[in-house]
């Protein structure tokens, strides 16, 4: 099945000089899912933490679309599923997000640093690919 990436895949991968970086741009160039939340979040981000200009961060959007198997639009169902994975299994609001957009585009696996690794919501795991390279 296919991955989900969490923005901070998306952020590391655009970190040179981060022991993540490598590990990173592995899991952006095998593909995986991605909404539209985590393209938002990027932008984000890049602009304002990295201090990207638009044209890069257009760009690496442009590569991250490229190489996503899907990107997941967030619906009123995606925003209605969140509420109740926040609700009920005690997670941020966003995270909850992340773990309704997966769902909805068919994923068993999020990729993420941001969630505790081996947690379950149903059939989907969350996944920390960094945990041996965290600095």
């Not at 296919?2 to 040179?16: E, G, K, Q």
């Not at 992340?98 to 999020?110: F, K, N």
């Not at 505790?116 to 390279?133: C, D, M, W, Y």
Request: hydrophobic residues 50%; glycine residues 6%; proline residues 4%.
């Amino acid at each position: 099945m296919t991955p989900f990436l969490d923005t901070n895949v998306l952020v590391y991968a655009a970190l040179s000089d981060d022991p993540r970086c490598a590990i990173a741009e592995r899991l952006l160039a095998a593909g995986g899912a991605i909404s539209v939340q985590v393209l938002n979040e990027f932008a984000n981000v890049a602009r304002t933490k990295l201090k990207w200009s638009w044209p890069d961060i257009e760009a690496m959007l442009t590569l991250v679309r490229s190489r996503s198997g899907r990107v997941q639009p967030l619906a009123l169902s995606t925003h209605e599923a969140a509420l109740v994975f926040a609700r009920d299994h005690s997670v941020g609001f966003y995270d909850a997000l992340i773990v309704a957009a997966a769902l909805e585009a068919g994923c068993d696996t999020v990729l993420t640093e941001d969630m505790q690794h081996g947690r379950k919501f149903g059939a989907l795991t969350i996944v920390n690919p960094f945990i041996e390279s965290a600095p």
